[in-house]
């Protein structure tokens, strides 16, 4: 009979240092789920408190998503391992009341290689280690959706999120024929460092519908856009 680790599932999550990655990480121990964590430094972090209490059920591995080369090194340390969800939470803002002309440049490729093309450089490397009924997904946001931005704000950051939700779309149209089940995920406005101190949902009114939204999900194939209670949001 195969052990209880091995009968565990297990996720990566891809900034789980602090806020709603952390919090994912618990959440998901407290489901009985494995986890590899990632922290963009080496300093310690909330991460290795919980890893410390977890009894070997965290695994917690170095990685910056706007840096490459650190993908190829943690690609080689899992290789030959099998995941049930990648998820990816990596993300930044900038000044919400810069309009797009006013951003710089420096700024622009910041927001953009954080929030879009660092995720899915993950995605792409990471892909196959996901199992062929598992599933892939990554944090975007309700400001993402072209439909709903009726108001402007946060343009950049809108722009950042819309351009990673057309980019999984490219990539779910790539992978078509597969069964793995892909979601962009919208969490809500949450009180965190991003979300800022008048956002709307506590972490623990956001995370643990998160998660349910993540597992339902799980028997779909195919690329869905919800919110954190499992809505679709459009596009």
Same mark, same amino acid.
């Given at each position: 009979?195969?052990?209880?680790?091995?009968?565990?599932?297990?996720?990566?999550?891809?900034?789980?240092?602090?806020?709603?990655?952390?919090?994912?990480?618990?959440?998901?121990?407290?489901?009985?789920?494995?986890?590899?964590?990632?922290?963009?430094?080496?300093?310690?972090?909330?991460?290795?408190?919980?890893?410390?209490?977890?009894?070997?059920?965290?695994?917690?591995?170095?990685?910056?998503?706007?840096?490459?080369?650190?993908?190829?090194?943690?690609?080689?340390?899992?290789?030959?391992?099998?995941?049930?969800?990648?998820?990816?939470?990596?993300?930044?803002?900038?000044?919400?009341?810069?309009?797009?002309?006013?951003?710089?440049?420096?700024?622009?490729? +910041?927001? %953009? $290689?954080?929030? =879009?093309? #660092?995720?899915? &450089?993950?995605?792409?490397?990471?892909? !196959?280690?996901?199992?062929?009924?598992?599933?892939?997904?990554?944090?975007?946001?309700?400001?993402?959706?072209?439909?709903?931005?009726?108001?402007?704000?946060?343009?950049?950051?809108?722009?950042?999120?819309?351009?990673?939700?057309?980019?999984?779309?490219?990539?779910?149209?790539?992978?078509?024929?597969?069964? +793995?089940? %892909? $979601?962009?995920? =919208?969490? #809500?406005?949450? &009180?965190?460092?991003?979300?800022?101190? !008048?956002?709307?949902?506590?972490?623990?009114?956001?995370?643990?519908?998160?998660?349910?939204?993540?597992?339902?999900?799980?028997?779909?194939?195919?690329?869905?856009?919800?919110?954190?209670?499992?809505?679709?949001?459009?596009?």
């Amino acid at each position: 009979m195969e052990s209880n680790q091995r009968l565990r599932h297990s996720v990566l999550l891809i900034g789980a240092s602090r806020g709603l990655g952390y919090a994912m990480a618990e959440e998901f121990l407290k489901r009985d789920w494995d986890v590899i964590g990632t922290v963009r430094a080496r300093a310690r972090t909330a991460l290795h408190a919980l890893a410390e209490r977890a009894a070997g059920r965290v695994q917690i591995e170095t990685l910056d998503v706007t840096v490459a080369e650190q993908m190829s090194g943690l690609r080689a340390r899992l290789a030959g391992r099998r995941l049930d969800l990648l998820f990816v939470n990596a993300g930044v803002t900038n000044d919400p009341r810069e309009t797009i002309g006013e951003v710089s440049t420096e700024e622009f490729v +910041r927001v %953009m $290689v954080t929030n =879009a093309l #660092g995720p899915m &450089r993950v995605v792409e490397r990471f892909c !196959d280690l996901v199992a062929e009924d598992g599933l892939i997904g990554v944090m975007s946001s309700g400001q993402g959706s072209v439909t709903n931005n009726t108001n402007g704000q946060r343009e950049l950051y809108r722009g950042s999120k819309a351009a990673l939700n057309m980019f999984m779309r490219s990539f779910a149209a790539r992978h078509a024929t597969e069964r +793995r089940a %892909m $979601v962009l995920m =919208a969490p #809500g406005w949450v &009180r965190t460092d991003l979300g800022g101190p !008048d956002a709307r949902l506590t972490i623990e009114e956001s995370v643990p519908n998160v998660v349910d939204t993540l597992l339902a999900a799980r028997t779909r194939p195919g690329l869905q856009y919800l919110d954190y209670l499992g809505r679709v949001v459009p596009w």
